[in-house]
């Protein structure tokens, strides 16, 4: 149960205890003659107390579990007994040992016997010296078993969507060689230089799926959250780490989970993992986070001399625990040690690291322009999905994470909806947003492709561009076909592509001009009934191909002969032709073939991402485009291999 159910429960349960009691205060006294009591016979007057009556033991039970998608924080209080005093609800729950160096005691109660102390172990300075984590397990305060089990999740079926919700079947990868998958996972880094590429694997690591035969599925999970991190989806792997009870977890799957908190700014998220994790103080990461959950938990005072102390002994570097501090304080309660004024330097910090970034938007903060120059693209993939920061920025964000596959097209109309309807919003977002209402409402077509043009032209580098036919896709639907526009068709399919609309670009068929552009895109992003293109049109392609080295004939062919839209001998004569390079074998081009043969979606999806690295198309092979496209084509996953053979040429 998720504490927003848990407050709106208390809230209800108080409102229904105010209702009765002024229901019950609404009731007449009818003929009453005189003050009477009104507790049961035998109550009016209670026995006395004997003279030495002893006080119950405390008892030490959990608190009921969080929701089940929630990783659980287990606390500890005391259960008050019968005849115990309402006064000592407000205790801690912590056991006070007795003066002296005799066996442990509870609060003026004999020997606790909650857990076997181990071998020499008598006093409580003793007990101490184990450390939280071993004394929590030792006094039942941290039980192991502390979901039910009915509650309790296998390490099977994790992920976020199942088959029938769009993801990949669940035990595609249950029976494959544990080291290829690893491979594929952890060999991959992130950056892909294809937008389709990307949304592909997203959805593969976010499938509900069963760890391949020997490897064990909180590994398996942590592979698959580590790569969603790289690849800047740090909410689908938060919610991947999160489909793991916190019993189950393992430092590789506990670090992937640090790592996909602070990539969403949810830093209070981590409160959980942090008190369950025995091996946090080995990470500096790990003690300015518990120090900061402190703040939250009730004790600012204790968070801050946490958090000074680590700062006077270097844990991170001063900035770092300068953010921490601004970020504790935001749970201050006046009088409590918890108000700090904490002011934030940059001028001495030279690089930017994920812990920072994720601190300090989560503050509140805006990165100095000048520091974020020429750093890590995933930065903006983070920008453009977090809601503190303006929308100014998350716009100039969306540039990168558009194209990137981060955000769809809608979330973009989306983003730049809520600038054009602000008017504090100034600068270059708010006149993207008026050229790109233009681009919906122009008076006329012509002026409707003159506000897009007018996006595409103002990005600065291709990634930018990219972006922009992302957001343009929608307006480039309503277009009319052909007329005054068929010129311009070849940036009007592409940006309808960008976003799938592959119905919508079809309608073009029979407008575009035989080997031009917008041609190629739709021979490759036909649904149907392109069959045998002919090698004469082929080169009349290359002929207009302006692209280095007519990367985007040879990435034209690579294409249609993975979809097996052209003849073996066109392919070959044409492929020579532009020195394509299609035939030769790696290790890689035999794995995801072999992974085809047997008919392996998850597993050509994995090997594809892999072989897509890199931070721009001229990273790509037309060798490459040719298995993964054929490849995906094989296993079913068609209309993916069509948008990122299109993409191919679009974008070489």
Request: hydrophobic share 45%; aromatic share 6%.
């Amino acid at each position: 149960m998720s504490a927003r159910l848990i407050r709106r429960l208390a809230l209800t349960s108080g409102a229904l205890a105010g209702l009765v009691a002024g229901a019950l205060g609404l009731v007449p006294a009818f003929a009453q003659q005189g003050p009477e009591s009104l507790l049961p016979a035998g109550f009016d007057r209670p026995a006395a107390k004997p003279a030495h009556a002893p006080r119950p033991a405390p008892r030490v039970e959990a608190a009921p579990v969080a929701a089940e998608n929630q990783v659980p924080m287990i606390t500890a209080r005391p259960v008050i007994g019968p005849s115990e005093p309402a006064e000592a609800a407000s205790g801690t729950g912590r056991f006070a040992p007795l003066p002296g160096s005799g066996p442990l005691m509870g609060p003026g109660v004999g020997p606790m016997h909650l857990a076997p102390l181990p071998m020499g172990i008598t006093t409580f300075a003793q007990l101490m010296a184990l450390g939280p984590a071993k004394v929590d397990q030792l006094l039942g305060l941290r039980p192991k078993d502390d979901i039910p089990a009915a509650a309790r999740r296998a390490l099977d079926h994790v992920g976020l969507i199942d088959a029938g919700e769009g993801g990949l079947p669940a035990l595609s990868l249950a029976h494959q060689d544990a080291a290829l998958v690893r491979a594929a996972l952890a060999g991959n880094g992130g950056r892909m230089v294809s937008r389709w590429g990307h949304i592909l694997l997203r959805r593969a690591l976010a499938s509900r799926l069963d760890a391949p035969e020997g490897m064990d599925g909180a590994e398996f999970a942590a592979l698959r959250a580590g790569l969603l991190v790289r690849m800047g989806e740090g909410d689908a792997a938060r919610a991947l780490v999160q489909d793991v009870d916190p019993d189950n977890y393992t430092p590789d799957l506990t670090a992937a989970a640090l790592d996909a908190y602070t990539a969403t700014e949810d830093f209070t998220g981590l409160c959980p993992l942090a008190q369950l994790n025995p091996d946090a103080s080995k990470d500096p990461r790990w003690q300015v986070a518990k120090a900061m959950c402190q703040a939250f938990s009730g004790a600012p005072a204790a968070a801050f001399s946490q958090l000074d102390h680590m700062t006077y002994n270097g844990a991170m570097p001063h900035i770092d625990m300068l953010l921490a501090q601004k970020y504790a304080g935001a749970a201050g309660v006046a009088g409590k040690g918890g108000r700090r004024a904490v002011t934030i330097e940059w001028d001495s910090v030279s690089d930017m690291t994920p812990w920072r970034y994720g601190l300090t938007l989560a503050v509140g903060l805006t990165p100095p322009a000048a520091l974020m120059q020429g750093s890590d693209p995933l930065y903006d993939d983070q920008a453009a999905l977090a809601p503190m920061l303006g929308l100014g920025p998350r716009a100039d964000a969306s540039d990168r994470a558009g194209g990137a596959g981060v955000l769809s097209a809608a979330a973009m109309v989306d983003l730049y909806s809520q600038i054009y309807s602000d008017d504090d919003v100034t600068g270059g977002a708010a006149d993207r947003a008026l050229l790109l209402r233009d681009a919906y409402t122009g008076e006329t077509p012509d002026a409707r492709l003159k506000a897009m043009q007018a996006l595409w032209d103002g990005a600065a580098e291709p990634m930018q561009h990219y972006s922009r036919e992302v957001l343009t896709a929608y307006a480039a639907a309503r277009l009319p076909v052909g007329g005054s526009l068929n010129g311009a068709s070849g940036d009007i399919i592409g940006s309808m592509l960008a976003a799938g609309l592959d119905a919508n670009a079809m309608r073009w068929t029979g407008t575009v001009d035989q080997g031009g552009q917008g041609w190629a895109l739709l021979q490759l992003a036909a649904p149907y009934g392109v069959h045998d293109v002919s090698e004469g049109t082929l080169k009349t392609f290359q002929s207009n191909d302006q692209s280095a080295k007519a990367r985007k004939s040879a990435f034209l062919i690579a294409g249609l002969a993975g979809l097996g839209r052209v003849s073996d001998g066109t392919r070959r004569d044409f492929a020579e032709r532009v020195d394509a390079g299609l035939d030769g074998q790696t290790h890689w081009t035999q794995a995801i073939d072999q992974a085809a043969a047997v008919n392996n979606p998850e597993l050509v999806a994995l090997l594809a991402g892999l072989g897509m690295q890199g931070d721009s198309w001229a990273k790509m092979t037309p060798r490459y485009l040719y298995h993964i496209v054929g490849a995906l084509n094989r296993v079913g996953l068609t209309a993916e291999a069509r948008m990122i053979a299109a993409e191919a040429v679009a974008r070489a």
